[in-house]
Each structure stands twice: as C-alpha cells, then as structure tokens.
C-alpha cells in the first residue's frame, strides 16, 4: 500500500494570499518630500518650457498653475506627468499665441493623500527672442525703449515723447500712471505682425496692450509725423486703462480711442469734418461702439470720429474736470451711464441726443430684430455627447500624473488572475489525492 501524503486545503490559498503581500511590499517606493530646483525657458512663439526636480520621486498628484499677465484674471492649471524623479510641462505657444513682453508667474503643487504642497512662485517674462533681434533697452522717465539693428535714434525719440503725452493725459484724466510704459520698437513688417500675433489688421502701425503696459511700434507703419502721432496716442491708451480701471468692466471703446485720438493733437477739428461729411448717410449710436467698432473703412473712420468729437464735446461743454469725473468714476465700479453722469452731471441718453443734434443729425434708432419662424425639434435618440475635460494647451487632454509607488492597474488583475488559478488548482490537487486515497484502500 502506497503512503498518500495529504497537502492542507488552506495552503494553495495562503500562498496566493503570502504572493500578493510580497508584491505590495518587495519593492517599497520613496514617496514625495518636496521640490527641488524649477526652471522655466522660453523660445517665442514655439514653446515655453517649465521644469521641476522631484528628489524623493512622485506625489500622487502633480500640477503647473500658471498666472498669465500682471494682473491676471484666472490662474491656469495643468495636470502633469512625472518621469522618474522630475517633471516637464510645455505651454504650445505655437498654438495657443501669447503676447510679447507677458509677465508670467508659476509654481508646482503636489498632493499626497490629504496634503498639498506648493512650490515657491517662480517668474519668466515672454521674450520675443526671435532669431535676429538682438534687443538693447533704455530706461527713458516713464518709459522703457527697446530697439534692434539701427533704429535706437527713433526708440529714444519715443522715449522722449513719451513723458509728454503720459503728462497731458494724466492732467485731463485727473490719476498718474501706475507704472513704467515698454516700447518695443520693430523695424520690418514681418517682425512686427509677427509680434502682434494672428487677427491683426493689415492696416496696423501700432498696438497698446494695456494690460501688460506695453506698446509696439512698427518704424513701416507711416511718415515720422504719423509715428509721432501714433505713439502718443498708443501711450494714452495705458494712462485711460490705468485711470479707468475697476474689477467689472471697462469703459466703452468709443471713449478710449475717442480719448486716445484726441490727445494726438488736443483737438477733433478734422474729425468734426468727418462726421458732418458722413450725417446724410447717418452716424453710428453710440451703444454700437461699447465693445468694438464696425471693421469696414466707412464704419471704422466714423466710429473714430465720433469718438473724438463727443470727447470733444464733453470738455468743452462741461469744463476741464469733466473727465476726470468721468475716470473717478470708472475706478469705483461705476456703469457707463453713472460714469458719464458723474463727469458730466446730465444721463447719458441726454448727451447722446445733444451730440447728434449739435452736429443736426437723427439720432440713431435700434433696428427691430428679425422674427424667427418656429422651429421643429423631432423626438427621438440623442447623438452621443463627447464628455468633457481638461485640455492642455496643444488641445490634447491632459492625464493626472501616476503616482510611482502605486501598481497599474494591469498588475493587479494579472495577480488576481494567479491566486484563482493558485486555488483552482489546489482544490483540483486535493481531490485527485482523495481518489488516490480511495482507490489505494
């Protein structure tokens, strides 16, 4: 008779339960301590490029919060994968275009179950270090010139005209400049559109960015008198967003550029021409100039126009405080018709209607909405909706970081898959020794 060594009907399973315990625990992964050094680099309109060393290796989480402007609205945030003991996120600036001479300020934060931990802020300004602008800068009052190649003598005449503009304005605006004033000065059409980035009208000279205080001038863009002109109607720009500024709204573009035009020469007499050339044909309400002005010549050219001369109007009719008023205004959160009554002291419905009479014209009247026929909706099965998430700024989604000292997801079905057949295959064992076991008796 053949001795039938029995095996325990626990053992398979303690083995599949001892082979999940030494993979959970075999390779013990250093969890996340802090940031080491980061860095960030930029290469104009390709990509910019921010880097962080992870010495203790991965949090659970990993995230870039980027803050675009010097006073930005909302802060960008990007998941981040990490490789190894570091971390790599590029801003697609080929895709995604950002103004020249942006300030930008980022730092990392980690999440490791229920603790969060932020870097230190970092800093980078959006260069526009294409190949062949070797820039050279000088600190001019309130302004800061920056010129390539042979146009420094021009840059530093920008720089000169600058203070007086920036003064006049500040004067009729009642509220100094919050800051210095960059001047990019660009010599060929191709840098300064290239500049201005993608939806600049060919017909551009110059360009204010208010929000970043600054302004590109491009040395093709007209005669001297014309550049003249043109940068300190740019640097207005800057003194009325300084002055108008609040955290709701901004004032209405009619009377931005309205302000801008008039401070090139202090006066609307060519403008005042334009608009009585154009009251035959009619003239534009002032509620269709808020946010933008009509694109074609006729449109544009009396938009302007318009603006100018009710900014006229409004000082010469309501004295040298006027405007001010207006400005002081704006800063408080004010809407546009309490602005203008604060500056002016009637509504602003009244001071539309004595402008257009003043120049004998109608007064512009709202054209009546279309009448929509009814629509029919069928009933039936939805099309599916593509669910939403986060983008990075190439457009793809973007994933959350794997924590390293986590197993994939593969791992653990493969370990679930070895402890059934572990126990599967001890039951089976025992079994066949029982047979055994009978048939030996």
Same mark, same amino acid.
């Given at each position: 008779?053949?001795?039938?060594?029995?095996?325990?009907?626990?053992?398979?399973?303690?083995? $599949?339960? &001892?082979?999940?315990? !030494?993979?959970?625990? %075999?390779?013990? =992964?250093? +969890?996340? @301590?802090?940031? *080491? /050094?980061?860095?960030?680099?930029?290469?104009?309109?390709?990509?910019?490029?921010?880097?962080?060393?992870?010495?203790?290796?991965?949090?659970?989480?990993?995230?870039?919060?980027?803050?675009?402007?010097?006073?930005?609205?909302?802060?960008?945030?990007?998941?981040?994968?990490?490789?190894?003991?570091?971390?790599?996120?590029?801003?697609?600036?080929?895709?995604?275009?950002?103004?020249?001479?942006?300030?930008?300020?980022?730092?990392?934060?980690?999440?490791?179950?229920?603790?969060?931990?932020?870097?230190?802020?970092?800093?980078?300004?959006?260069?526009?270090?294409?190949?062949?602008?070797?820039?050279?800068?000088?600190?001019?009052?309130?302004?800061?010139?920056?010129?390539?190649?042979?146009?420094?003598?021009?840059?530093?005449?920008? $720089?000169? &005209?600058?203070?007086? !503009?920036?003064?006049? %304005?500040?004067? =009729?605006? +009642?509220? @100094?400049?919050? *800051? /210095?004033?960059?001047?990019?000065?660009?010599?060929?059409?191709?840098?300064?559109?290239?500049?201005?980035?993608?939806?600049?009208?060919?017909?551009?000279?110059?360009?204010?960015?208010?929000?970043?205080?600054?302004?590109?001038?491009?040395?093709?863009?007209?005669?001297?008198?014309?550049?003249?002109?043109?940068?300190?109607?740019?640097?207005?720009?800057?003194?009325?967003?300084?002055?108008?500024?609040?955290?709701?709204?901004?004032?209405?573009?009619?009377?931005?550029?309205?302000?801008?035009?008039?401070?090139?020469?202090?006066?609307?007499?060519?403008?005042?021409?334009?608009?009585?050339?154009?009251?035959?044909?009619?003239?534009?309400?002032?509620?269709?100039?808020?946010?933008?002005?009509?694109?074609?010549?006729?449109?544009?050219?009396?938009?302007?126009?318009?603006?100018?001369?009710?900014?006229?109007?409004?000082?010469?009719?309501?004295?040298?405080?006027?405007?001010?008023?207006?400005?002081?205004?704006?800063?408080?959160?004010?809407?546009?018709?309490?602005?203008?009554?604060?500056?002016?002291?009637?509504?602003?419905?009244?001071?539309?209607?004595?402008?257009?009479?003043?120049?004998?014209?109608?007064?512009?009247?709202?054209?009546?909405?279309?009448?929509?026929?009814?629509?029919?909706?069928?009933?039936?099965?939805?099309?599916?909706?593509?669910?939403?998430?986060?983008?990075?700024?190439?457009?793809?989604?973007?994933?959350?970081?794997?924590?390293?000292?986590?197993?994939?997801?593969?791992?653990?079905?493969?370990?679930?898959?070895?402890?059934?057949?572990?126990?599967?295959?001890?039951?089976?064992?025992?079994?066949?020794?029982?047979?055994?076991?009978?048939?030996?008796?």
């Amino acid at each position: 008779m053949r001795r039938v060594h029995h095996l325990p009907l626990g053992l398979p399973l303690a083995i $599949g339960l &001892l082979l999940v315990v !030494a993979l959970g625990v %075999a390779a013990p =992964v250093e +969890g996340f @301590t802090g940031f *080491g /050094p980061m860095s960030a680099s930029e290469q104009y309109g390709k990509a910019i490029t921010f880097k962080v060393v992870l010495p203790g290796g991965a949090p659970d989480r990993l995230e870039l919060l980027i803050d675009f402007g010097i006073d930005p609205d909302g802060t960008f945030v990007a998941p981040v994968e990490v490789a190894g003991s570091a971390a790599t996120y590029t801003w697609d600036a080929s895709d995604q275009y950002l103004t020249p001479n942006t300030p930008i300020k980022y730092r990392w934060r980690a999440t490791s179950g229920s603790t969060v931990t932020e870097s230190a802020a970092g800093s980078l300004r959006y260069a526009d270090n294409r190949p062949g602008l070797d820039w050279h800068s000088a600190q001019m009052g309130d302004a800061t010139v920056h010129w390539y190649g042979s146009s420094e003598a021009r840059a530093r005449r920008f $720089g000169d &005209l600058t203070g007086g !503009a920036v003064s006049r %304005a500040e004067k =009729v605006l +009642g509220h @100094t400049l919050d *800051g /210095p004033v960059d001047i990019f000065v660009y010599v060929t059409h191709d840098d300064f559109f290239g500049a201005l980035g993608p939806g600049a009208r060919e017909w551009t000279g110059a360009a204010t960015f208010p929000g970043i205080r600054t302004v590109f001038m491009w040395l093709g863009g007209g005669s001297s008198d014309y550049l003249d002109r043109a940068l300190a109607h740019e640097v207005t720009h800057v003194v009325f967003f300084d002055a108008t500024r609040n955290d709701f709204h901004q004032a209405p573009l009619w009377l931005n550029e309205g302000f801008a035009v008039w401070s090139e020469g202090q006066n609307a007499d060519a403008q005042a021409a334009t608009v009585r050339s154009e009251v035959s044909t009619g003239l534009i309400s002032f509620s269709a100039m808020t946010d933008a002005f009509p694109i074609g010549a006729r449109g544009s050219a009396l938009s302007y126009a318009e603006g100018t001369t009710m900014v006229d109007r409004i000082m010469r009719m309501y004295g040298d405080k006027a405007m001010s008023g207006i400005a002081a205004a704006y800063r408080t959160g004010a809407t546009d018709d309490e602005a203008l009554r604060a500056g002016t002291g009637v509504p602003s419905a009244q001071l539309f209607s004595d402008y257009f009479r003043s120049f004998g014209a109608a007064e512009p009247k709202p054209v009546p909405a279309a009448s929509i026929g009814p629509s029919i909706v069928r009933a039936g099965a939805s099309p599916a909706t593509a669910g939403q998430g986060t983008s990075g700024p190439n457009g793809a989604p973007a994933e959350p970081a794997t924590g390293q000292g986590s197993l994939p997801l593969a791992v653990w079905a493969v370990v679930g898959v070895a402890i059934i057949a572990l126990a599967l295959g001890g039951l089976l064992l025992v079994r066949r020794q029982r047979r055994q076991r009978g048939d030996a008796a």
